[in-house]
């Protein structure tokens, strides 16, 4: 089964720092999606980035950019310029292809971001 | 366009009573989840329609939980009867198709005690 790892429970940082989340993933796949997702206080999950696995090029989005190692199935997400209101849990989510073609999305356990002032 | 809908927000129920929960999905989308999300875990699919056909059911706990998609549209979420261990975030999301992830909704936090 697939699985996604997040090895970081907790990170906090000062604001206007980088800060990188980990991100592993098991899959015998080899087109796939990645994405990482914010989830406030609030509960909503919110699109951060997504990558398409078959693209060599790491997806860019604004202040978030990921770096994606396919061979070693790494997946970390890189926030630049922290802001006050990137805190929040983020999680890693992996989808595959699942049976008569409908998606699956696998989430990581989390990890939980502050940004102190 | 307007993101998922769903109700109540919150919900405080005894071991043993019934709950639903209620989720309409962004228009046009044809692929509907629900998800558990257990405090300090990660979302954990429980099922996954299709238009109105259930594709993936594996990890709902049958004898307890229910879901149904209406007219391939609405969708409802029934917990009968409710055990303490069902404590939890219960996420809707749709999908227009894999590229795009999902579009979740905010969620109804419940608390069995």
């Known amino acids: 089964a697939q699985t996604v790892t997040q090895s970081q429970p907790e990170m906090s940082v000062q604001e206007a720092e980088t800060v990188t989340l980990s991100c592993t993933y098991d899959t015998s796949e080899n087109n796939y999606y990645l994405f990482w997702y914010k989830q406030p206080p609030s509960r909503q999950m919110i699109l951060v980035i997504r990558?398409?696995?078959?693209?060599?090029q790491n997806a860019t989005e604004n202040r978030f950019s990921v770096n994606f190692q396919k061979a070693a199935k790494s997946f970390s997400l890189k926030i630049s310029d922290s802001q006050l209101g990137d805190t929040a849990m983020y999680f890693c989510a992996f989808m595959k292809q699942w049976v008569q073609g409908a998606q699956k999305l696998v989430f990581g356990q989390g990890t939980r971001l502050t940004i102190n002032p | 366009e307007a993101g998922v809908a769903q109700s109540p927000r919150y919900k405080i129920i005894e071991k043993r009573q019934s709950v639903a929960f209620w989720c309409n999905p962004i228009?046009?989308?044809?692929?509907l989840y629900w998800y558990q999300q257990i405090l300090g875990q990660g979302p954990k699919l429980l099922i996954q329609f299709q238009n109105n056909g259930v594709v993936d059911d594996s990890q709902l706990p049958k004898d307890r939980f229910s879901a149904e998609r209406l007219k391939g549209v609405d969708s409802t979420l029934k917990i009968q009867p409710a055990k303490l261990e069902d404590s939890a975030v219960y996420l809707c999301?749709?999908?227009?198709?894999?590229?795009?992830?999902?579009?979740f909704g905010s969620g109804t936090r419940l608390t069995v005690v």
């Open positions: 228009s046009g989308h044809a692929t």
């Open positions: 990558q398409e696995a078959y693209k060599q």
């Open positions: 999301a749709s999908t227009r198709d894999r590229a795009h992830g999902y579009t």
